[in-house]
């Protein structure tokens, strides 16, 4: 199974990508003990040299210039060669990109999980709601390789109130939520010093620690959706398959039986997803800033 390429992105500097990318690279390989790429799509690589001053055993960072390149083709021909390099050394991909729209929207479906940061501030909400609505194709789509979306509430002066500004906006995309980000200006002097797992101020590290344990349980979740789809197309010798009695949704192809790769995504996903949201309204209605990746799917 290949490693999980996470994109970190938005239309709009400043929102947090660069902070969020290099602590959740720091995060995983530090608390998960996973090997970690980090490539840092931008110009200022702000994400690389962040780790390039604080190293982290397990993290590899990578530079690779492509907002600023103008030939749309060799900006994702570039993309995808970093993309394959990181891959070959790690168990997680981070990439920080600031979307421009040279992109094509086909590059999303390189990875499995996208996290878009945003403020609460009512035209970076607006921001959010016409960038990811132009990729509603890719993240409602039905195919296999259809990336997850997270929106990650970032740089938040209430915290008390985001879930029911994000329950009441409505998205055309299905997406998935994690715990808020509070803006603080200790999280400011961390850069190229240290990590916000590492901060003295309790509520942000708090506050990190839990989008971090969320988006463990996303990647372990995308894990079980692979792992059911890769055992769903495995071509099994017929003397091994216990569906041989039966017969059931198998159809034999000279002595091997050939079973039906499925598109349906794991019970199990469905019913944690299903889990999550009834979390997230009871949080939401005690004013409690609990995890969730709850499933919000709305349609405008
Ligand atoms: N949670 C936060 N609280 C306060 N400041 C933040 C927070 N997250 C990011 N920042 C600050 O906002 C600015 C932009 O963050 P950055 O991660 O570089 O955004 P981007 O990569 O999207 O341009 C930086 O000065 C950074 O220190
Ligand atoms: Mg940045």
Known sequence: MGPIKILVTSQKGGVGKSTLTANLA???????????????????????????CVPVSGVTPVICD???ERDPQLAVLKMKQALRAAE???????????????????LLLEFDLVLVPTSLSK???????E??????????????????????????????????IFSQTNFPVKFGLTSPLPFDLDIQSLYGQDYIFNTPNPECRERFFQIGREIERTLQSIHRSREHEETASK??????NPKRRTGL????LDGFVFEQRSRARPAQTLQAQAQARVQAQAAAKAGAFESLMGMFRKRM
């Open 249 to 252: 949704g198998a159809s034999v």
């Open 235 to 240: 071509v099994t010798p017929i003397w091994q």
């Open 123 to 129: 035209v970076e909400m607006a921001s959010t709601i």
């Open 66 to 68: 492509v907002v600023t």
């Open 131 to 164: 960038f990811v609505s132009r990729f509603a194709g890719v993240f409602n789509g039905a195919g296999e390789r259809r990336p997850e979306l997270a929106l990650v509430p970032s740089r938040l002066h209430r915290t008390q109130d985001y879930l029911d």
């Open 88 to 106: 070959r050394v790690s168990d997680i991909v981070f990439a920080d990109l600031t979307w421009v729209n040279i992109f094509p929207q086909s």
């Open 26 to 52: 720091a995060y995983f390989a530090q608390f998960q003990r996973r090997q970690v790429a980090l490539i840092d799509f931008d110009h200022q690589a702000s994400s690389y040299h962040w780790i390039e």
